[in-house]
């Protein structure tokens, strides 16, 4: 399973051709106390760098974005019962969707971990 991370603060974990993707702990801490997730519909086919998915705090709303092209295949259910989870497990629980990759090619502009942590630094 290899970890990636995009410049807009999302987190793909790679399993085969299948991505889970959510907000990396930095994103969800900028964002103060979650009270909303509008999460995308399965089936959905998403490009790269479209809007997949809301975020509202007490802050603000974000959207979260589709890092790669691919379809939904499942998204979290969980979030929308229990938006805080993004507060509590940002990296685990609070995954937003999971896609089919269309085109592992896209995840060469992506950055690992020590990557990410020297573009939040």
Known sequence: M?????SDHEW????GD???????????????DVVFVELPKVGRSLKK???AAVVESVKAASDVYAPITGEV????E??????????SDAGGKAW????KIADKGELGGLMDEAAYA????
């Not at 793909?12 to 399993?15: A, D, H, K, Q, V």
């Not at 937003?96 to 896609?99: G, I, L």
């Not at 020297?118 to 630094?121: D, L, P, V």
Request: charged share 15%; no cysteine.
């Open 12 to 15: 793909l974990r790679i399993e």
């Open 96 to 99: 937003f969707f999971k896609m």
């Open 49 to 51: 760098t479209e809007a």
């Open 73 to 76: 295949i499942e998204v979290n």
């Open 78 to 87: 969980a979030l929308a019962a229990e938006p805080a989870l993004v507060n």
């Open 2 to 6: 290899t970890t990636l991370y995009t």
């Open 118 to 121: 020297a573009h939040t630094a």
């Open 18 to 32: 299948v991505a889970t993707i959510g907000i990396t702990d930095y994103a969800q801490s900028q964002l103060g």
